[in-house]
DNA sequence: CTCTTAACTGAACAGATGTTCAGAACCAAG
DNA sequence: CTTGGTTCTGAACATCTGTTCAGTTAAGAG
């Protein structure tokens, strides 16, 4: 028997994207199989190179995917005031991620999987991402609205901080996010010395 | 031929354990195979098993020596001031994670190679860890030395800021260690509120 | 020098790996 | 019903995986 009823192309892609996606943040990409993969998505493995050339660019597709709908939504309005922009840095930075856990995952925990090139493309795109907070940082610092010591080291400081949250925070618990985000705000504006 | 001269066991030993510790770091648990750490080490692949019972026992008792010396390591002196204790703990945490960068990296990455009851050793070490932190600013918050909304969830904060050093700061750059410790210092003291 | 033993080799094991491909099964259009 | 093209299977490929072990060599003791 070859196909089986009811499978189409438009349903298998999303699958296969979606469990590669879960088990690659479960069990690390070099701990998965193409036939673990496969075996999830109700499928061979053969059926997988009907969706991706092969493993390294799964893993890729998957994190550029990631990457690009992050630059896409990241806040960017610079006629506000920089403590405004800050806080939306901030509050977007915390709800973006909470609400995709794996390809955050993914996104920082499998670099080193990536083939050389396709290293140098992501890489390029987290440090466009870092840079914003940075400018921001530095604009106001300019401003006189906190003063840091260093803007890029502050901007290291602050993007560690907030991603930190996705390893405890999930939905559900005592907290809701918009709690999480205020708690947080605080802090960055407080560690900052905003006036 | 079998042993080549000069060869013993305490050099032996020691050289598969730091072999295995960078490369671990380097390409992960899951994608360095026990022949690539022979060959670096200079010896067959079945030579590894006098000095581990298999490769899971390699990277547990490698995350479990770093988390012991970590703990042995941390600075306990509850008779000072809160403000002085977590100051300490600051600068502490940023040194003692700056001199051992691989293993730190392998102590946050390979936690989901660990088999079950692996894993549940070294958690309890790292939440011990973390939990002296959680302990220091919920006693500030007592004595008014500062001012945070959770000492729970400051805590994460405080740690995954201090702990992103680690992906940025190497020693021969623009600036010296102590600068960078001041500088945390600053946004950890500000973070919280203190006064 | 001889003897014992720790340290190591080299081959072997069974199974897993990513990837390819001829052919089968299915769907939709004519 | 026939045809064409997409989607999938199942087997095969060469290679790599962790681990074991009989046999070999070198180091150190007497």
């Keep these: 028997m070859a196909r089986t009823a009811g499978s189409h192309s438009g349903i298998t892609g999303p699958k296969v994207r979606q469990t590669a996606l879960r088990l690659f943040a479960e069990h690390g990409y070099a701990a998965v199989s193409m036939r673990q993969i496969a075996g999830e998505v109700g499928v061979q493995a053969g059926a997988l190179y009907n969706y991706t050339p092969d493993k390294q660019s799964l893993l890729f597709d998957l994190m550029q995917a990631h990457m ?52 140098a493309v992501i890489e390029d795109m987290r440090r466009s991402y870092e840079e914003r907070l940075r400018a921001i940082l530095t604009a106001g610092q300019g401003t006189g609205a906190w003063d840091v010591a260093d803007a890029q080291i502050a901007s ?15 939905s559900g618990g005592r907290l809701r ?14 560690a900052v010395g905003a006036s």
């Design 68 to 119: 690009v709908e992050l630059m896409a939504a990241m806040p960017q309005d610079s006629s506000l005031a920089p403590i405004d922009q800050l806080e939306a840095f901030v509050r977007f930075h915390i709800a973006f991620h909470h609400d995709r856990p794996d390809a955050v995952f993914i996104a920082y925990m499998e670099l080193r999987n990536l083939s050389e090139p396709n290293f």
């Design 156 to 170: 290291f400081a602050v993007i560690a901080m907030l991603t930190g949250v996705n390893t405890w925070f999930r």
């Design 177 to 190: 996010l918009d709690q999480v985000q205020d708690q947080y705000w605080q802090m960055v504006r407080n």
